[in-house]
């Protein structure tokens, strides 16, 4: 890869990494061809993108970001992909699901809205944050839980007094 061609790439990552909030940096060596393809197919169904980078771009490349990665640039070692993604919890729960047939892919760390999980522990932890979304909806359907019980109680007042003047 010429000099060229390590900017132009550095680049590319830098523009990526300022587009999102959220990346897993993951192994993924030694699975087959067969396996790699199901996890691209998995990730491409779930809005992610799954990328094979060189560590030593990616590090540049979070360097030259406006985020702050923390130690992230410290577990770029050995064959590094990183999954891009707009639900924090996505990724990890494509690779928990991967996990279940295999020992890989391999967690190094993650980047999700400005916090830093390093290591393969933080997988479970990162596979059940629940999304905007999700917690948008428990929100809603905590405020509405008091006003639906009181329409509630207010519908059976008034269906027990008609029925006691229809008796």
């Not at 360097?63 to 990890?92: C, H, M, Q």
Request: glycine content about 6%.
């Amino acid at each position: 890869m010429t000099r060229e061609e390590k900017s132009i790439a550095i680049e590319n990552l830098t523009a990526q990494l300022a587009g999102t909030n959220i990346i897993y940096v993951s192994d993924i060596s030694g699975l087959n061809a067969e396996t790699t393809s199901n996890l691209r197919r998995a990730c491409f169904k779930a809005g992610i993108k799954l990328e094979v980078v060189k560590n030593t771009l990616l590090a540049k490349a979070m360097e030259a970001s406006a985020n702050d990665y923390g130690d992230l640039p410290t577990v770029l070692t050995g064959n590094s992909a990183i999954f891009i993604s707009d639900v924090a919890n996505a990724p990890g729960k494509i690779i928990k699901d991967f996990r279940k047939k295999s020992d890989k892919p391999l967690l190094k760390g993650a980047y999700i809205n400005s916090e830093v999980y390093i290591g393969d522990n933080q997988l479970d932890a990162l596979a059940t944050i629940k999304s905007k979304e999700e917690l948008l909806g428990e929100l809603i359907g905590l405020l509405q839980s008091p006003a639906q019980r009181i329409i509630s109680a207010l519908q059976n007042k008034f269906a027990g007094s008609e029925e006691e003047t229809e008796a």
